[in-house]
């Protein structure tokens, strides 16, 4: 695999922070007082990913002992996932690819005792921009949900262009 093929340097730093919560300290957590960080290996930037990093989500905090939010969180980052998969796509739908690679997508959770963070990571152009609310717009909802849902969303560039983080924080509950 040759260098451009390797996802943008930001993009790739939930591998290498990948402290993922060892099985140690999952099993004694109970709201985490501590930060754990759970990374989902990359996801081909196809309509599947949306479901399996649902999935991800509510197993996660379920283990967390945090389920009293996977509603909100799932929703939140299905949302995030599904505009990384379309900002991945032609203007017909078609997954892009760089350099023979289909564009991926990673999602990111970490939590402490007052939040949860997730993020979810593509190699897409284009900036998130959040639509003014009109409840008859048949698209244009998804960033104004995450709004609702979130305490605090936003997103940044990857170092390696295209790509962007795009983050939301939900509180958890003491
Ligand atoms: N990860 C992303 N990369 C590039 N552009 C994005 C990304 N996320 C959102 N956008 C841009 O922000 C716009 C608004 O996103 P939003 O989720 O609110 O609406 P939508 O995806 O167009 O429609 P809906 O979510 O209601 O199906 C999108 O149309 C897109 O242009
Ligand atoms: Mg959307």
Redesign the pocket.
């Known amino acids: 695999m040759g260098r451009s093929d390797r996802p943008p340097r930001k993009a790739r730093a939930p591998d290498m922070d990948a402290t993922p919560a060892t099985s140690r300290q999952l099993g004694h957590v109970s709201k985490p007082d501590q930060h754990l960080s759970s990374v989902m290996p990359p996801l081909a930037a196809l309509r599947t990913a949306a479901s399996t990093a649902r999935a991800h989500v509510r197993s996660t905090l379920a283990v967390w002992e945090i389920s009293d939010i996977a509603d909100m969180a799932e929703a939140i980052v299905s949302?995030l996932v599904?505009?990384a998969v379309?900002a991945s796509a032609d203007e017909h739908g078609r997954p892009l690819y760089r350099e023979g690679q289909i564009l991926l997508l990673w999602v990111r959770l970490r939590a402490d005792g007052r939040e949860l963070l997730a993020e979810v990571w593509d190699q897409a152009s284009g900036a998130p921009v959040l639509k003014s609310a009109d409840s008859n717009a048949e698209?244009g909802r998804?960033?104004a949900m995450v709004r609702e849902l979130s305490d605090t969303w936003g997103w940044y560039p990857t170092e390696r262009q295209p790509g962007k983080c795009v983050w939301a924080t939900i509180s958890i509950a003491s």
């Open positions: 949302e599904a505009n379309n698209s998804g960033l």
